[in-house]
């Protein structure tokens, strides 16, 4: 069936209210909102641990605000520009279509890297980046060893100026790994077209009720809740 965003989007393509849109706006909007989940509402996940299982490096407390309160305003948030995108379609309103576009970016990229964060940890000692991971071996031809690997990355993470995240990617050009940052909830993907294979949040949500202001103390702890497993499925994925 059809999502309650797009058929108005489609009706208007139809009756031609959606002229005065370019065809680019409305190509890049109408492949957004046709990509929603059934039933077309974005909803927070679920995750496969619970709240504590990533303390000490990550608490419990730290957990249930980070998920229930900040990912889900991101979720909110999204929805309502989402609905807010198709009523522009509808309309054939190219304005409110471009004014849009900065909060679909800040709420539909902070869905989308919360949701990576979550599934790229683990409680402690229940994954390891072992030899015969693919991943290994790349990060050893990307980087020259793993922990060389994990100082740049943390190097990186620690040195974002506000808020942001720090990305382990793999470029599908060069066939190599690579560390990048982006600001705010820039999507890693759309922003630099590396794949995310891992990612640290390092806005101050993500740690000051453990940490306080000290984000290195933060970034050398998360390394011990990191999901290799999960980074292994999404690096062979991506070189396919």
């Not at 980070?66 to 929805?79: A, E, Q």
């Not at 522009?88 to 849009?100: E, V």
């Amino acid at each position: 069936s059809i999502t309650k965003f797009i058929t108005p989007s489609l009706k208007a393509a139809i009756n031609g209210r959606s002229s005065k849109i370019s065809t680019e706006l409305l190509k890049s909007s109408t492949a957004l909102l046709s990509s929603a989940p059934e039933g077309g509402k974005h909803t927070l996940p679920s995750l496969s641990y619970d709240y504590g299982a990533l303390e000490p490096s990550i608490s419990a407390e730290t957990m249930t605000i980070h998920h229930t309160k900040h990912h889900n305003t991101y979720v909110v948030n999204l929805n309502a520009t989402l609905e807010k995108i198709d009523s522009a379609l509808s309309s054939g309103d190219p304005s409110s279509l471009i004014s849009l576009q900065g909060a679909l970016k800040f709420n539909g990229g902070g869905h989308i890297n919360h949701t990576l964060f979550w599934e790229n940890l683990c409680a402690p000692g229940s994954s390891e980046l072992s030899d015969d991971k693919a991943l290994k071996g790349k990060i050893v031809e990307s980087f020259g060893s793993v922990d060389k690997m994990i100082e740049q990355m943390s190097a990186k993470s620690v040195a974002v100026q506000g808020s942001g995240w720090g990305w382990l990617g793999y470029n599908t050009t060069t066939g190599l790994l690579e560390i990048a940052t982006c600001a705010n909830q820039d999507p890693l993907e759309a922003t630099t077209g590396l794949k995310p294979i891992i990612g640290v949040d390092v806005w101050e949500h993500a740690y000051y009720v453990d940490y306080r202001n000290v984000r290195p103390d933060y970034v050398k702890a998360v390394w011990d809740v990191i999901n290799w497993d999960e980074a292994e499925s999404r690096f062979l994925a991506a070189s396919k």
